[in-house]
């Protein structure tokens, strides 16, 4: 398989993978508060992947390569996952599915700001924008606004898209040599850490319950969600232009939608295929056939 076959097919696993992670979080915040949950989270897949690749004999990251492994944890992590966490306690999952497919525009607009970003052709612009579009009919009917801590709730998701666009620009920039299963294996480790750290201040520890319920949804997050997705985001962002990766958050709430109609036997209706027809016209515009895949 060619290097850009398996970057298709790493950001195809991000697509699947953080499309059912809504839920996942939803029902572990029902006994685990935000910030404890994603740094036990991130804190053990950093842990297992750090152990699976050493005793495989792959070399980890020097030590002198830590505070930036640490600052992209922070970012990446701890505020674009973190900040979600933190609005799902508030914001209903399909208002939060709409605010966080704003990414596409945070990633292409902090790329487009760097003086040797990529530039987007009006066909990407387009492209965005009519993916948008079609977010918004998926979810939008299906939002209650309830009024609590709605704002803040809408600040945190953009905050974590300011953060993770943030951290995904630097990351594309680290060195081209660095093995990314590795990397991204501390970036865990160091934001999970950061992430316990902010529930500890926050004395978070006196309301952590875990349940068979909440904890099955904590090691799905933490196998499914963090080792398999995140190491797949991570080989993606090295080998596929940033426009493309952003996408991943349009297609998510269609799995979504669609898995709930394949599996659990909830509705699918004609708005649902229109906007997944719109969603996937948009992926078709910002995918140029022109771009280069390789760095």
Not at 53 to 74: E, T
Not at 80 to 101: D, I, K, M, R, Y
Request: glycine share 10%; proline share 5%; charged share 10%.
């Amino acid at each position: 398989m060619t290097p850009r076959r398996r970057a298709y097919f790493a950001w195809t696993v991000v697509c699947l993978v953080w499309g059912t992670t809504y839920t996942a979080i939803r029902i572990a915040l029902d006994t685990i508060p935000p910030f404890l949950m994603a740094g036990f989270r991130w804190t053990a897949a950093g842990a297992l992947l750090i152990a699976a690749v050493s005793a495989r004999g792959q070399p980890l990251p020097s030590p002198r390569s830590w505070p930036a492994l640490a600052l992209l944890g922070v970012l990446l992590l701890g505020v674009g996952n973190g900040a979600v966490v933190w609005a799902e306690l508030t914001v209903p999952s399909g208002l939060a599915a709409v605010l966080v497919a704003a990414l596409p525009f945070w990633m292409v607009g902090v790329e487009a700001m760097r003086t040797d970003g990529e530039r987007l052709p009006a066909r990407q612009v387009w492209g965005l924008v009519v993916g948008f579009i079609g977010i918004v009919l998926l979810v939008g009917p299906q939002i209650d606004f309830d009024g609590r801590g709605f704002l803040g709730g809408v600040v945190a998701t953009q905050l974590a898209c300011l953060g993770w666009a943030v951290g995904s620009m630097y990351a594309r920039r680290r060195s081209a040599h660095e093995n990314v299963l590795t990397a991204a294996a501390f970036e865990m480790l160091f934001g999970g850490l950061a992430l316990l750290a902010v529930g500890v201040a926050l004395n978070e520890w006196g309301a952590v319950v875990i349940n068979p319920r909440t904890g099955g949804a904590l090691l799905y997050l933490i196998v499914i969600g963090s080792i398999a997705g995140f190491s797949a985001y991570a080989y993606a962002l090295k080998h596929l232009p940033v426009a493309t990766v952003s996408l991943y958050a349009y297609v998510n709430p269609v799995i979504a939608v669609i898995l709930g109609a394949l599996l659990l036997r909830e509705p699918f209706t004609a708005r649902m295929a229109l906007a997944a027809a719109l969603i996937f016209a948009g992926v078709g515009l910002v995918r140029s056939p022109r771009m280069s895949f390789e760095r």
